[in-house]
């Protein structure tokens, strides 16, 4: 943990002493030079929302951080809608100098109630991608779920000791049983709980559930405590936002990994969230983003045959127009490593 927090210290010196002496900005001219960058948002929540997400935090920013994103991209970038990204690179026109392209992954609602009005101020352009069946819905990702199950277990083994056995047994089979070994509860525990509920990634998607139920009988918990911050948007929302600007685009039906399943289920997934998306929203969609960002070339070429114009992945690094357009980079942007100016900058560019 210490060490973690020196590196961070080191990082957010460096940025600020490049920035201070005008390198930053000269690498940014370097490095953009006829390239876009993409930023791949997930949430944007309040200082007491992100003190009570269950998300983790590589996929949160503060709300006053996304503005002052937002205030650097308009002075500093040219900032683009998804149909001019497309439109370089189905034609393979070079991009101008540093340009950028705003998305977010899995629709939630504080992509409305909180980014909408900051886009809408700086009259900034977003593509959004939509896990199909979640919106509109009282679903949560497994992820969210699980996290906040095993955050209440830990707290009620303290009240009734008497838990721990039949917490074991249920956590035994997806390998977490080792948390409930956790004896105090703070920030450090919180963190480690998100990251160990998403280590795992090819454990069986029914496990998963099926511990979820037994968490939420056992522990007796309201589904809807959950929804007040890690909800979806609905489809009026969804509605609203295209009204100013915003751009949709799919992100599978169920959120699921497409690799995870065989070819012909994934092809099913593909071609009805496009289906869907086109029916709901009245126009075609034209860019897709892999759930969790796993992709092969052949689900690729899927994506593409279901009549996609561009599809989005994980992998950081920035963008040619005669770059692959159905593996399109992204550079992921969250709170810690983008608190201030320079180290936003600083990730944009590449260098953290
Ligand atoms: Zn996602």
Redesign the pocket.
Known sequence: MYLARFKYLVKLLVAHGLYAIGVLQLMQRIVLRRRAVVLMYHRVLTEEEMAVTASHPAIVVKRETFAAHMEVLKKRFHVMTVDQFIEHMERKIPFEDSSCLVTF??GWKDNFTHALPILRRFHIPALVFL?VNFIGSNRFFWQEQLSSLIKRALGAIKHDPMLRNRLTNILAPIELAGLLEIQSYNRDTDSLVNDMVRKDKTIDIALFNDTIKQLTALLNVEPDELLKTDGFMDWGQVKSMTEYGVAFGG?GME?RILMAMPIAEANQEIHETKKILDTRLGQAVSAFSY??GDWSPEIAKLVEKAGFRAAFTTEPGHVRCDDDRFTVRRINIYEHDTKTTPLFLARLVGLF
């Open positions: 992954d899995d896990p992100h959120h759930p969790n």
